[in-house]
């Protein structure tokens, strides 16, 4: 996750990449950085798709090596993964999204309300995904995907 600071106070933002596609495809936005953060990011993530991974990697935030989080991922069937401590290297997508989000977001403080702010960041999400040419990809993480899902459906088909 990744914080914001708005107003003299900070919002967090946890986002879910799929690091074949680059897409985010779940997010959360709390006024805390708890385990409910980032455990709602991964709820959304699986509400969104109706897949469920086989691995999850996060870095060494408390939030990920609590109970609950392990609880619920392990309990899906999710193989946990985590970077050794301060290596933010070891989880290159989402510093690189996190990087150029807040470039893309601008500056948060000429939003007068909170409201504002969080839906610039759901169109923030939404550019990053359908819109923003992605650099390795050469495209927009959804046109990849769904390239990627075409040429599979017809690796189905012809079998």
Same mark, same amino acid.
């Given at each position: 996750?990744?914080?914001? !600071?708005?107003? @003299? ?7 879910? &990449? ?5 897409? /985010? /495809? @779940?997010?959360?936005? $709390?006024?805390?950085? *708890?385990? #409910? ?10 509400? +969104?798709? @109706? !897949? ?5 990697? $996060?870095?060494?935030?408390?939030? =990920? *090596?609590?109970? #609950? %989080?392990? *609880?619920?991922?392990? @309990? !899906? ?9 301060? $290596? ?9 999204? =996190?990087?150029?989000?807040?470039? *893309?977001?601008?500056?948060?403080? +000429?939003?007068? #309300? ?12 939404? %550019?990053?995904?359908?819109?923003? &040419?992605?650099? $390795?990809?050469?495209? #927009? ?9 075409? +040429?599979?459906? !017809? ?5």
């Amino acid at each position: 996750f990744t914080y914001i !600071k708005f107003q @003299g106070n900070f919002i967090y933002l946890a986002t879910i &990449i799929d690091v074949y596609t680059r897409e /985010i /495809i @779940g997010w959360n936005i $709390s006024t805390l950085h *708890d385990t #409910a953060l980032v455990l709602n990011a991964i709820k959304h993530a699986l509400e +969104r798709t @109706g !897949k469920v991974p086989v691995l999850l990697h $996060s870095d060494q935030g408390s939030e =990920y *090596d609590a109970k #609950a %989080y392990e *609880d619920y991922v392990l @309990g !899906k069937g999710i193989i946990i993964s985590m970077s050794h401590k301060a $290596s933010p290297w070891e989880n290159p997508f989402q510093e690189s999204f =996190y990087s150029q989000f807040k470039v *893309d977001l601008g500056y948060v403080n +000429r939003f007068e #309300a909170v409201e504002e702010l969080i839906e610039e960041i759901y169109q923030t999400i939404y %550019y990053y995904n359908n819109q923003r &040419i992605h650099g $390795s990809l050469k495209m #927009a993480p959804v046109i990849f995907k769904q390239k990627y899902e075409n +040429r599979l459906e !017809k690796v189905r088909i012809t079998v």
